[in-house]
């Protein structure tokens, strides 16, 4: 089955404490040539039936809850 | 009459309890409200207490904005009846757009537990009126997610507007910027704060009793309003 694929993003203007955890905890993994890390979410949508994705209505889901238009990002791609 | 102030109970609230207790104490009736139910019992107010209403998934707030209560509340917020969103609630707020900006993850990654001063600088809403302007409070701040983030414009008019309600004095627990602790709409009826003024009415178990004032304010804000 045909599944739409959302990626969510903060902004590049929005901090990401995270993703600099992850860049201040790589020199021990011996990795120190790493500038950035920012961490986002993959949301996989399956409709319901054997229809096509629906990748208006998956952008609308997406705008409305899986991303906050504020602070994120977000794509929409169908994944075969 | 007595006013009635609803609280809303998610799955995941914590505070809704001592939400309730603080308005009792102010003289007012607390009515319970559930999330699942849209009804609001012909409230006066309403407050969305803190937490982590269904378990923080997606993001703070994201999805108890759709929850069949918020509708109803959402929509008498925006015909004047005030709000106050602590915490969790303020996030909710937010995500359900009565309030502009988001709250993201805390700068440093740490839990923030302690008792917070803050300074009053908007004492002209419903939740803020027992207050002089510049008075500092104290009150108990508890959050991962309490950093209030949003666009250098939108922050410039909050500011030029005086719609922020209050700010983060001696140490921002949170890397909120420029210190914001609570935000008002223009009307001054709906108020999202982080820190908690309902775990601060009495001596016994708060650091203070400065936290009553949020509640005493409304009473005194309805008794003017004409039913």
Known sequence: MARVVVDVMLKPEILDPAGQAVVNALPRLGVSDVASVRIGKRIEIEFAGDSEPDVERAKEIADKLLANPVIEDFTVRVEE | ?227
């Not at chain 2, 008498?76 to 909710?92: K, S």
């Not at chain 2, 709409?185 to 001596?203: D, K, L, Q, S």
């Open chain 2, 1 to 227: 009459m007595t006013a009635r102030v609803g609280v809303v109970t998610f799955p995941g609230s914590l505070d809704d309890g001592d939400a309730m207790r603080a308005i009792r104490l102010a003289g007012a009736e607390a009515v319970p409200l559930w999330h699942a139910e849209a009804k609001l019992h012909q409230v006066d107010a309403v407050v969305l207490p803190g937490g982590f209403s269904y378990g923080d998934y997606l993001r703070c707030g994201a999805i108890a904005r759709f929850a069949p209560v918020m509708g109803l509340i959402v929509s008498a917020a925006r015909d004047g009846m005030p709000v106050l969103g602590i915490c969790n609630g303020f996030q909710i707020l937010c995500e359900a757009h009565l309030l502009p900006g988001a709250l993201v993850r805390n700068e440093h990654l740490h839990f923030r537990n302690r008792d917070q001063l803050l300074r009053v600088d908007s004492p002209d809403t419903a939740w803020t009126n027992a207050y002089t302007d510049g008075q500092e409070i104290l009150l108990p701040v508890k959050n991962g997610e309490g950093r209030y983030v949003a666009d250098p414009r939108t922050l410039d008019e909050l500011s030029a507007s005086g719609r922020i309600v209050a700010r983060y004095l001696r140490g921002n627990p949170n890397g909120s910027l420029r210190d914001i602790a609570a935000i008002r709409n223009e009307a001054g009826t709906v108020v999202g704060i982080m820190p908690h003024p309902e775990h601060a009415v009495e001596e016994l178990t708060g650091p203070s009793t400065d936290g009553l004032g949020f509640f005493t304010s409304l009473l005194k804000y309805l008794t003017g309003v004409p039913s």
